[in-house]
């Protein structure tokens, strides 16, 4: 994923791409970037799902989700494992956590990562692709 935004910028100077291109470019990498976050967050977060399934309580995990401040008959539906891609999804849209709060320094790291790449994509991509229409 970084290497594909690494080409994808070093040809804008070229203008060989075309404006569609350059979109379709630019969303998949914004896609990609998304699920590959969310995927690394679930897998990483509390030692992973196995070690998750074997807690009772969610009260290791790098991320301090909402519902985990809540009692438990107002959490309703879904579990860390689910929130996971909402998170993902919000740092890659606003470029922060939003309402989850980073406890951990890997994880705070991880989210500078997936931010700075959603913003070249988004800064850089498809704002050229925009100038170009």
Do not use: C
């Not at 804008?12 to 690394?40: E, K």
């Not at 790098?62 to 309703?76: K, S």
């Not at 890997?106 to 704002?127: G, H, P, R």
Request: without cysteine; hydrophobic residues 55%; aromatic residues 10%.
């Amino acid at each position: 994923m970084v290497w594909s935004l690494f080409l994808l910028i070093t040809r804008l100077p070229a203008h060989t791409d075309t404006p569609q291109t350059l979109l379709r470019a630019a969303a998949a990498l914004w896609v990609a970037n998304v699920l590959v976050f969310a995927s690394w967050y679930w897998r990483l977060d509390a030692g992973g799902p196995n070690a998750r399934d074997r807690r009772k309580d969610h009260d290791k995990g790098a991320f301090l989700f909402p519902q985990m401040i809540m009692p438990d008959e107002d959490v309703g539906a879904g579990a860390p494992d689910s929130w996971i891609t909402f998170l993902a999804f919000n740092t890659s849209t606003a470029f922060s956590p939003t309402d989850v709060p980073v406890l951990s320094p890997w994880a705070k790291l991880m989210m500078i990562v997936q931010a700075s790449i959603s913003l070249t994509t988004v800064a850089l991509i498809a704002a050229r692709a925009v100038n170009i229409l």
